[in-house]
Every structure is written in C-alpha cells, then in structure tokens.
C-alpha cells in the first residue's frame, strides 16, 4: 500500500502507531527525530503555516490511541528562499 495524503486513516484499518511491549518499534525514536525535523524544515519554508481558523478538530474514535479524523492546515504564500540548506 503506498502512502497516500488524502488517506482516511479509519478506513484504513490500519494505525500508524509504534506497537508496545517486547516488539515495541525500535527505530521510533528515530522516526520521531524525523518527523520533528521535517516539521521544522516545514514550518521554516512556509512562515504563515497555521491551522484553518474555525475548523472543529474531531477526535477519531479510538479509545487506545489519540488520533484525529482531519486537521487542516493553511498556507498563504509561495515558499521562502531561504531554507534550502541540507540537513
Ligand atoms: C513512522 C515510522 C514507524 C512506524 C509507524 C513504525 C511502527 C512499528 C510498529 C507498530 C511496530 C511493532 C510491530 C509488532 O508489534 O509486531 C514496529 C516494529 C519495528 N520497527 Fe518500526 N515503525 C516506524 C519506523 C521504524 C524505523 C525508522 C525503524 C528502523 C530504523 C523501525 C524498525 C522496527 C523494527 C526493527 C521493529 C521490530 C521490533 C521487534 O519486533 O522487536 N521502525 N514498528
């Protein structure tokens, strides 16, 4: 299944979380330092990144896991120049 933006995570039926226990994801805390840095990189191309005013944020309805069925994000303006430096 390759990875799709658009997708519904509860019609998936998948979750996207590290497992627990004795086969608890080794290489979390290294997917975790990656999407923090490109979260980073994100924020720094796009200044004006924010959530869109207004919207309701809807908890999935999951007991175990703490997840959202749609967050949107906004930005206004073309990328800034400046960040094109490699990590
Ligand atoms: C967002 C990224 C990732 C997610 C969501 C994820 C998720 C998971 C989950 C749910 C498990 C548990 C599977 C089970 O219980 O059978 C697992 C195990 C594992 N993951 Fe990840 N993983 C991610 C990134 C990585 C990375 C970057 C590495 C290595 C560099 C990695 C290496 C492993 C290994 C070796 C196991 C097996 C651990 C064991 O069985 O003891 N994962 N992962």
Redesign the pocket.
Known sequence: MGFKLTRCVLTLGVH?????????????A??KL??RLALEELAQHYPSLHLEPGQIITPAPNFMLRAYQEMVLVIDESPTQQSTKSI
């Open positions: 996207l979380s590290f497992g627990h226990g004795i086969h608890y994801c080794i290489g979390a290294l997917a990656e999407v």
